[in-house]
């Protein structure tokens, strides 16, 4: 190369110097407003994810206020049934606190097998049918109250 190409590639490197630093401006320009509609797409995102997540919690929250509810309400039923099967206890040491005990009556068999929900033999009990066919008291209960048996 001669001194003349020098001078010529740096009158032209001159003279395009404005040119390469207005595209070199204009990249930036464009990385710049790029990387702010991805901030932008993200912040959009992440507004969208926290309202889904309030959204969820609030669907939590009323999920564990029912289910209080439930628990509150299960703890009732097993007062409540720990209280049958304690008066059903209390029959059967009545019957048998005498010298010659007296027989159990035949309803605290009926009573316990729907409060534990089996009978005697493990059989499954869901009503009082159930109770008295598996403890074979049905015709004393139709008896007691007066029924016959048709």
Do not use: I, Y
Not at 28 to 52: F, I, M, P, V, Y
Not at 66 to 72: K, P
Not at 94 to 101: C, I, T
Not at 121 to 140: F, I, Q, Y
């Amino acid at each position: 190369m001669s001194v003349q190409d020098d001078e010529s590639d740096a009158a032209v490197a001159e003279r395009d110097a404005p040119r390469t630093a207005l595209a070199q401006a204009e990249d930036d320009r464009t990385d710049a407003c790029l990387a702010r509609w991805e901030e932008e797409q993200d912040n959009q995102r992440l507004r969208t994810a926290h309202k889904s997540a309030v959204a969820r919690g609030v669907r939590l929250c009323e999920q564990c206020a029912s289910l209080a509810a439930q628990v509150a309400g299960v703890d009732d039923a097993t007062r409540r049934l720990d209280a049958v099967l304690k008066f059903c206890d209390r029959a059967e040491k009545r019957a048998a606190r005498w010298e010659n005990p007296l027989p159990v009556p035949e309803w605290v068999t009926a009573v316990r097998a729907l409060a534990t929900g089996t009978d005697g033999a493990g059989t499954e009990v869901r009503s009082l049918a159930d109770a008295a066919t598996a403890t074979a008291v049905l015709p004393a209960l139709d008896a007691a109250e007066g029924r016959e048996e048709s």
